[in-house]
């Protein structure tokens, strides 16, 4: 059984810094990608880390986000710096499985930057 188990977000003031860690069970190939969604508006991809290596980031978060996996924990990571008021979302991972269509989610954790 897949399980995605997501943490670390928090209230940090703008300019702040957060990591957010998707912990992966029962999978070990997969493309694994952080959104987010604000009150009112859309789920939007953030980050993604592809079973190759290869990096993708929004336009938005160029340059202040980072996301890495750590085989051996089975996790990844998404560091999160010069955090923006508009960064203020519920974020989610998602695993992706390298050899099915299926793919999982997590449970989402609250990312408030506010002073």
């Known amino acids: 059984q897949v399980q995605l188990v997501a943490s670390g977000g928090g209230l940090v003031q703008p300019g702040g810094s957060l990591r957010l860690s998707c912990a992966v069970s029962?999978?070990?190939?997969?493309?694994m990608g952080w959104y987010r969604q604000a009150p009112g508006k859309q789920r939007e991809l953030v980050a993604a880390?592809?079973?190759?290596?290869?990096?993708n980031y929004a336009d938005s978060v160029k340059g202040r986000f980072t996301i890495s996996r750590d085989n051996a924990k089975n996790t990844v990571y998404l560091q999160m710096n010069s955090l923006k008021p508009e960064d203020t979302a519920v974020y989610y991972c998602?695993?992706?499985?390298?050899?099915?269509?299926?793919?999982?989610w997590g449970q989402g954790t609250q990312v408030t930057v506010s002073s």
């Open positions: 998602n695993a992706a499985d390298a050899y099915s269509a299926y793919d999982y």
């Open positions: 029962g999978l070990s190939i997969y493309t």
């Open positions: 880390i592809f079973s190759s290596g290869k990096l």
